[in-house]
């Protein structure tokens, strides 16, 4: 049996990520922000002062890449870190005002190039395919999870 890399669905979903995170690096690179603080800005946008260990949780990422990236998101004055209330261990982030100002511009350009990728779908097939990625995203976590 021969491997056939346009079949393999590794290679397909990597290859899309690195070309949709090239386009997402033009967008918002005007913007002073990379796609690596893309996932944690979303989560603060959401819900500001949350702790590392609970954004850790949010974003399923490694402990070390998340602690690289705020990092420099608090270099370049995205983020403050402040004195959790009631855990003199822990530390809350918080986005500043550069922070909070870029969100609608950095939506706007994740929006717009959903748009553009999609736009060659039917409503029912782009659901169709964002219910069949969720689904191998879920599948591998099961895989990961020790028995």
Sequence with gaps: MKFDRMSSAGYLVNNLGRLLVEKLRTRIAPLGIVPGQFPALLALWEQDGLTQKELLAMLDIEQATLANTLTRME?????????????????????????????????????????????????????????????????????????
């Design 75 to 147: 270099r370049d004055g995205l983020i403050v870190r402040k004195e959790h209330p009631a855990d003199a261990r822990a530390r809350t982030i918080h986005l500043t005002d550069q922070g909070r100002s870029i969100r609608d511009p950095a939506h706007l350009a994740a929006m717009q190039i959903n748009q553009e990728i999609l736009a060659d779908f039917s409503e029912k097939e782009t659901q169709e395919f964002l219910d069949y990625m969720r689904r191998i995203i879920a599948k591998v976590k099961e895989a990961e999870e020790p028995n």
